[in-house]
Protein backbone atom coordinates (compact mmCIF):
# COMPACT_ATOMS: atom_id res chain seq x y z
CA UNK A 1 0.00 0.00 0.00
CA UNK A 2 1.09 3.75 -0.44
CA UNK A 3 0.94 4.33 2.97
CA UNK A 4 4.14 2.26 3.31
CA UNK A 5 5.71 3.10 1.28
CA UNK A 6 5.12 0.49 -1.18
CA UNK A 7 3.21 0.99 -4.63
CA UNK A 8 1.50 -0.85 -7.21
CA UNK A 9 2.81 -0.71 -10.96
CA UNK A 10 1.62 -2.21 -13.98
CA UNK A 11 3.83 -1.99 -17.12
CA UNK A 12 2.35 -3.16 -20.85
CA UNK A 13 1.84 -2.24 -24.15
CA UNK A 14 -1.77 -0.24 -24.14
CA UNK A 15 -2.01 -1.29 -27.45
CA UNK A 16 -1.67 -4.71 -27.23
CA UNK A 17 -5.33 -6.63 -27.96
CA UNK A 18 -6.85 -8.67 -25.73
CA UNK A 19 -7.02 -12.47 -25.35
CA UNK A 20 -7.72 -14.72 -23.39
CA UNK A 21 -6.80 -14.23 -19.52
CA UNK A 22 -5.76 -11.07 -20.60
CA UNK A 23 -8.42 -8.07 -20.78
CA UNK A 24 -6.25 -5.52 -22.15
CA UNK A 25 -3.93 -3.18 -20.26
CA UNK A 26 -6.61 -0.52 -19.84
CA UNK A 27 -9.39 -2.83 -18.48
CA UNK A 28 -6.23 -4.45 -16.00
CA UNK A 29 -5.51 -0.59 -14.92
CA UNK A 30 -9.62 -0.18 -14.16
CA UNK A 31 -9.75 -3.59 -12.31
CA UNK A 32 -6.88 -3.40 -9.94
CA UNK A 33 -6.39 0.53 -9.90
CA UNK A 34 -2.72 0.73 -9.58
CA UNK A 35 -0.45 3.41 -8.48
CA UNK A 36 1.11 4.04 -11.58
CA UNK A 37 0.60 2.07 -14.93
CA UNK A 38 3.77 2.38 -17.20
CA UNK A 39 3.13 2.52 -20.56
CA UNK A 40 5.89 0.22 -23.32
CA UNK A 41 5.49 -0.34 -26.87
CA UNK A 42 6.58 -3.81 -26.99
CA UNK A 43 5.00 -5.81 -29.47
CA UNK A 44 3.13 -8.93 -28.29
CA UNK A 45 6.52 -11.51 -29.91
CA UNK A 46 9.10 -9.32 -27.81
CA UNK A 47 10.60 -11.31 -24.75
CA UNK A 48 11.63 -7.82 -22.57
CA UNK A 49 11.58 -4.14 -23.92
CA UNK A 50 14.23 -2.87 -26.36
CA UNK A 51 12.95 0.48 -27.21
CA UNK A 52 10.51 3.33 -25.81
CA UNK A 53 7.54 5.51 -27.50
CA UNK A 54 7.90 6.60 -30.72
CA UNK A 55 5.98 10.47 -30.09
CA UNK A 56 6.05 11.15 -34.14
CA UNK A 57 3.96 8.13 -34.59
CA UNK A 58 1.97 7.31 -31.53
CA UNK A 59 1.38 10.55 -29.29
CA UNK A 60 -1.71 11.19 -30.05
CA UNK A 61 -3.02 7.67 -29.96
CA UNK A 62 -1.50 7.69 -25.92
CA UNK A 63 -3.19 10.91 -25.76
CA UNK A 64 -6.62 9.77 -25.06
CA UNK A 65 -5.26 6.27 -23.55
CA UNK A 66 -3.27 8.72 -20.40
CA UNK A 67 -6.37 10.45 -19.86
CA UNK A 68 -8.57 7.40 -19.70
CA UNK A 69 -5.88 5.74 -16.73
CA UNK A 70 -5.60 9.10 -15.22
CA UNK A 71 -9.44 8.37 -14.25
CA UNK A 72 -8.75 5.88 -12.28
CA UNK A 73 -6.03 7.43 -10.17
CA UNK A 74 -3.05 6.02 -11.99
CA UNK A 75 0.10 8.18 -12.25
CA UNK A 76 1.13 7.99 -16.01
CA UNK A 77 4.57 6.40 -16.77
CA UNK A 78 5.58 6.66 -20.68
CA UNK A 79 8.77 4.11 -21.56
CA UNK A 80 11.09 6.50 -23.61
CA UNK A 81 15.03 6.31 -25.25
CA UNK A 82 17.08 8.49 -23.89
CA UNK A 83 18.37 10.19 -26.91
CA UNK A 84 14.69 10.70 -27.67
CA UNK A 85 14.30 14.84 -28.91
CA UNK A 86 10.79 14.67 -28.28
CA UNK A 87 10.54 13.28 -24.70
CA UNK A 88 9.23 16.53 -23.23
CA UNK A 89 5.73 15.27 -25.67
CA UNK A 90 5.22 13.20 -22.78
CA UNK A 91 3.81 16.05 -20.73
CA UNK A 92 2.35 17.43 -23.74
CA UNK A 93 0.34 14.15 -24.37
CA UNK A 94 -0.95 14.11 -20.45
CA UNK A 95 1.99 11.62 -18.94
CA UNK A 96 3.72 12.17 -15.37
CA UNK A 97 6.54 10.67 -15.56
CA UNK A 98 8.93 8.87 -18.09
CA UNK A 99 10.98 5.92 -17.73
CA UNK A 100 14.01 6.00 -19.65
CA UNK A 101 15.14 2.83 -20.67
CA UNK A 102 18.60 1.88 -19.58
CA UNK A 103 19.47 -1.46 -21.98
CA UNK A 104 22.37 0.75 -23.53
CA UNK A 105 23.35 2.01 -20.63
CA UNK A 106 23.93 -1.20 -18.84
CA UNK A 107 25.35 -2.55 -21.84
CA UNK A 108 27.94 0.59 -21.50
CA UNK A 109 28.75 0.04 -17.72
CA UNK A 110 29.55 -4.10 -18.90
CA UNK A 111 31.70 -2.89 -21.45
CA UNK A 112 33.60 -0.59 -19.02
CA UNK A 113 33.27 2.74 -20.55
CA UNK A 114 29.43 4.35 -19.76
CA UNK A 115 30.72 8.22 -19.53
CA UNK A 116 28.98 9.28 -22.63
CA UNK A 117 25.80 7.28 -21.69
CA UNK A 118 25.96 8.24 -18.35
CA UNK A 119 26.00 12.01 -20.03
CA UNK A 120 23.34 11.25 -22.39
CA UNK A 121 20.82 10.13 -19.14
CA UNK A 122 21.41 13.02 -17.79
CA UNK A 123 20.74 15.05 -20.44
CA UNK A 124 17.63 13.14 -20.60
CA UNK A 125 16.38 13.68 -16.63
CA UNK A 126 16.66 17.37 -17.44
CA UNK A 127 15.06 17.51 -20.12
CA UNK A 128 12.11 15.62 -18.82
CA UNK A 129 12.45 17.44 -15.79
CA UNK A 130 12.06 20.84 -17.32
CA UNK A 131 9.42 19.80 -19.31
CA UNK A 132 7.24 19.23 -15.69
CA UNK A 133 8.13 15.51 -15.68
CA UNK A 134 9.27 13.28 -12.99
CA UNK A 135 11.74 10.78 -13.73
CA UNK A 136 12.30 6.75 -13.61
CA UNK A 137 14.44 4.60 -14.77
CA UNK A 138 14.66 0.60 -16.17
CA UNK A 139 16.16 -1.92 -17.67
CA UNK A 140 19.24 -4.20 -17.00
CA UNK A 141 19.64 -2.25 -13.67
CA UNK A 142 21.89 -3.93 -11.15
CA UNK A 143 23.82 -3.89 -7.86
CA UNK A 144 26.39 -3.66 -10.33
CA UNK A 145 25.27 -0.78 -12.75
CA UNK A 146 22.65 1.43 -10.80
CA UNK A 147 25.72 3.12 -8.15
CA UNK A 148 26.93 4.64 -11.00
CA UNK A 149 23.28 5.61 -12.74
CA UNK A 150 21.85 7.11 -9.55
CA UNK A 151 25.12 9.48 -8.88
CA UNK A 152 25.09 11.02 -12.25
CA UNK A 153 21.42 11.00 -13.27
CA UNK A 154 19.57 13.95 -11.63
CA UNK A 155 16.39 13.25 -9.31
CA UNK A 156 15.34 9.70 -10.57
CA UNK A 157 12.45 9.13 -8.76
CA UNK A 158 11.98 5.36 -9.08
CA UNK A 159 14.05 2.06 -10.80
CA UNK A 160 12.69 -1.13 -11.97
CA UNK A 161 15.07 -3.53 -10.90
CA UNK A 162 12.98 -6.40 -10.10
CA UNK A 163 14.88 -8.67 -13.09
CA UNK A 164 17.95 -8.46 -11.58
CA UNK A 165 17.04 -8.38 -7.98
CA UNK A 166 15.59 -11.81 -8.30
CA UNK A 167 18.02 -12.96 -10.48
CA UNK A 168 20.69 -11.50 -7.67
CA UNK A 169 18.48 -13.09 -4.91
CA UNK A 170 19.00 -17.05 -6.24
CA UNK A 171 22.77 -16.46 -5.58
CA UNK A 172 22.84 -14.54 -2.63
CA UNK A 173 19.26 -14.69 -0.62
CA UNK A 174 16.68 -12.65 -1.04
CA UNK A 175 17.10 -10.39 2.65
CA UNK A 176 20.83 -9.93 1.09
CA UNK A 177 19.95 -8.71 -2.22
CA UNK A 178 17.05 -6.69 -0.83
CA UNK A 179 19.29 -4.91 1.48
CA UNK A 180 22.12 -4.31 -1.45
CA UNK A 181 20.12 -2.60 -2.99
CA UNK A 182 18.77 -0.40 -0.47
CA UNK A 183 22.15 0.42 0.77
CA UNK A 184 22.50 1.59 -3.46
CA UNK A 185 19.20 3.95 -2.73
Not at 1 to 17: H, K, L, Q, Y
Not at 22 to 34: F, N, V
Amino acid sequence: TAERGVEFNIEGNPFAPPREGYPGLLPLCAQTRPAQATLVPDGDGQLTSDHGVDFARDAERLRPLIAELKTYGCRVSLFVDAGNADLAQAAEIGADRVELYTGPYAEAHAAGDATAMLALFADAARRAQAAGLGVNAGHDLSQDNLADFLRTVPDVLEVSIGHALISEALYDGLDATVKGYLRLL
